[in-house]
């Protein structure tokens, strides 16, 4: 186990120095090489690895909510208000930013924050905070803001809905430090509130019954689950868009290396979903190159048959 890890660790660390460097530009003997590492790789290559921390931890914290390892960060609607939100501004917005955050990504976070409203809100109005009432709530609410990005699509000019399109596709196009910068904070309050409830979702997988005869506040720890996920969900959409099947694919194979305790699986996730990100965009930006791929078709053309073979073993 200390092998893999160590394997784990050093593997996250080199995509960490290596991807920055990998272009068509050679950074390290052209003059302007520098400035092109600084302010274009350096950043991008440290937005995935956020972006692939917080998705894949969300999908991890969903799966043991739920105790449904087809859970995904994007189960309650969380990237469906983001995208409105986004496309809102594309089609009505200005040229804006605050705090080193531009426009376009402030109000994916805002229809992120309003999609957890809407989720929980329902989930309330049923007298609790049950599972299934969460899901459904969740995928109603997707559909509902799906439909309304759709409508706004279809009354957009071309180009608006070719931005649309394209940030729907996922990416990680950044400029300058202020992106990672932004991300983190929310990774980090995720991430801290998930490092205290490893023990808690360990018990939730055995059922609820046993989980609060073992001295779990149940309700009380669903809730902080829930919204330190959609949190992290909600800020990684927000900067990078829809970035799918991380969530669902990461922690599943490192359950496969690592177990399901998720005392061990948690650093697993983070230190994996991280390299697997980068790795992707990374493969998104060299693959066509100079063309540049989406780094969430990359992701969609891995998920979308690791997502059936799952079907097909649970089957």
């Known amino acids: 186990m200390k092998l893999k890890f160590t394997i784990l660790i050093l593997l996250a660390t080199g995509s960490l120095l290596l991807f920055p460097m990998i272009g068509s530009t050679d ?5 302007a090489g520098m400035e092109i590492l600084l302010k274009l790789r350096i950043p991008r290559v440290l937005t995935a690895f956020l972006a692939g921390i917080a998705l894949a931890t969300s999908g991890m914290i969903f799966q043991a909510l739920f105790r449904n390892p087809l859970s995904t960060p994007f189960t309650l609607g969380v990237s469906g208000g983001a ?11 200005t040229a804006t930013a605050l705090a080193g955050i531009v426009g376009t990504s402030l109000a994916g976070f805002g229809g992120a924050l309003i999609a957890v409203t809407l989720v929980y809100g329902l989930a309330r109005a049923k007298g609790g905070f049950a599972t299934d009432t969460l899901l459904l709530a969740g995928v109603a609410v997707n559909f509902f ?4 990005i759709l409508l706004i699509q279809y009354f957009s000019d071309a180009g608006e809905t ?22 983190s904070l929310f990774v980090l309050a995720g991430l801290g509130v998930c490092a ?9 997988l055995t059922g609820d019954e046993l989980a609060a005869a073992r001295g779990v506040n149940v309700k009380r720890t669903r809730k902080l689950l829930f919204f ?10 927000a900067f990078c868009g829809p970035v799918g099947f991380v969530g669902l694919m990461v922690p599943h ?16 996730v ?23 791929m989406p780094a969430g078709l990359i992701t969609a053309l891995l998920g979308g048959p690791f997502f059936i073979w799952l079907l097909v073993k649970k089957s």
């Open 162 to 183: 070719f931005r649309m399109i394209r940030w729907l596709m996922g990416g990680f196009s950044v400029i300058g430090f202020s992106t990672p910068i932004n991300l």
């Open 145 to 148: 803001f799906s439909s309304l």
């Open 196 to 204: 205290l409830l490893t023990r808690e979702m360990n018990l939730l």
């Open 83 to 93: 995208a409105l939100g986004a496309a809102l501004w594309m089609r009505f917005g």
């Open 27 to 31: 950074v390290l003997n052209d003059p």
């Open 228 to 237: 330190s996920a959609s949190l992290m969900t909600g800020a990684a959409v």
């Open 253 to 268: 194979i490192c359950r496969k290396l690592f177990g399901a305790d998720h005392r061990r699986l948690f650093p697993a």
């Open 270 to 292: 983070i230190l994996f979903g991280g390299l697997f990100m980068t790795v992707c965009d990374g493969l998104a930006r060299t693959l066509l190159a100079p063309i540049e």
